[in-house]
C-alpha cells in the first residue's frame, strides 16, 4: 500500500475549500507521491 499519506486544505471563502491528499511511497530508497487528488468542496449553511 503506501507508507504515508499527506493532507492539506486551502480556505476559499466560508463554505468553499480546496482539499488534497496525496499518498506517499518509497521507491528505491526516495520518498515519492505516488497519487495526488484534489477535491473541491463547498456546502451550504
Known sequence: MYD????SI?????NHCYLTV????TVGGKNKTVSNKIYEVSWNE
Request: proline share 0%; hydrophobic share 40%.
Open 4 to 7: 504515508f499519506i499527506s493532507q
Open 10 to 14: 486551502q480556505i476559499l471563502n466560508e
Open 22 to 25: 496525496a499518498y506517499h511511497k
